[in-house]
């Protein structure tokens, strides 16, 4: 018999700062009831801009 390897979840290292703007924007109760694929487009736009802006804002202030 062939064992077969656990499977192991990746984390996103940037899944804190996700949850965070997630929380600031009022959608984590939606996300932990129906997950990341309930939210619309312009909410997980909203999300992904944020984020953009926050690691730039944040790499540019080390350099």
Do not use: F
Request: aromatic fraction near 2%.
């Amino acid at each position: 018999m062939k064992q077969s390897k656990p499977k192991v979840k990746r984390i996103d290292p940037l899944e804190p700062l996700k949850m965070e703007i997630a929380a600031e924007l009022g959608l984590l109760n939606q996300i932990h009831s129906n997950g990341w694929h309930s939210l619309s487009a312009k909410e997980a736009g909203k999300i992904g801009g944020l984020m953009t802006q926050r690691r730039r804002k944040k790499s540019e202030s080390q350099g």
